[in-house]
């Protein structure tokens, strides 16, 4: 029984890191797309989109930023859904990377948080 209990409670745990995690990363990004305080944005854009976008690349980040910002607050009102437009949201963004053949550790990375964030979206189930 005692077994059962602190297995219950490391779930909840890990399911909390991961909720919390996937609502502040996505807002402190998804904000950092007006300011460009963490690094240069623009240059993560696969430059074959942005010759087709009807408006600048800065234009374009900072629609993706308003995208962030409201993924990370969908993550913290309903986490199922928002872990899973967290996670297509990542996984999309890993395979433009890949497409353009740049910055294949962040499509990695990127691939990675997917997987966590579809993760937290399956355990929601449990834990709620």
Same mark, same amino acid.
């Given at each position: 029984?005692? +077994? +059962?209990?602190?297995?219950?409670? /490391?779930? /909840?745990?890990?399911? +909390? %890191?991961?909720?919390?995690?996937?609502?502040?990363?996505?807002?402190?990004?998804?904000?950092?797309?007006?300011?460009?305080? %963490?690094?240069? #944005?623009?240059?993560?854009? +696969?430059?074959?989109?942005?010759?087709?976008?009807?408006?600048?690349?800065?234009?374009? $980040?900072?629609?993706?930023? /308003?995208?962030?910002?409201?993924?990370?607050?969908?993550?913290?009102?309903?986490?199922?859904?928002g872990g899973y437009i967290v996670a297509a #949201?990542?996984?999309?963004?890993?395979?433009?990377?890949?497409?353009?053949?740049?910055y294949l550790d962040v499509a990695v990375r990127?691939?990675?948080m997917a997987i966590a964030a579809f993760s $937290?979206?399956?355990?929601?189930?449990?834990?709620?």
């Amino acid at each position: 029984m005692e +077994n +059962n209990r602190s297995q219950e409670l /490391v779930l /909840v745990q890990t399911y +909390n %890191l991961l909720k919390y995690t996937f609502v502040i990363v996505p807002i402190v990004a998804g904000a950092d797309k007006f300011t460009n305080l %963490l690094t240069d #944005w623009d240059q993560y854009l +696969n430059p074959t989109i942005a010759g087709m976008l009807p408006f600048s690349s800065d234009t374009f $980040m900072m629609i993706v930023g /308003v995208i962030e910002i409201v993924a990370g607050i969908i993550v913290l009102k309903k986490t199922e859904i928002g872990g899973y437009i967290v996670a297509a #949201w990542l996984t999309s963004i890993a395979l433009t990377l890949l497409l353009s053949l740049h910055y294949l550790d962040v499509a990695v990375r990127d691939l990675v948080m997917a997987i966590a964030a579809f993760s $937290m979206a399956r355990i929601h189930k449990i834990v709620k």
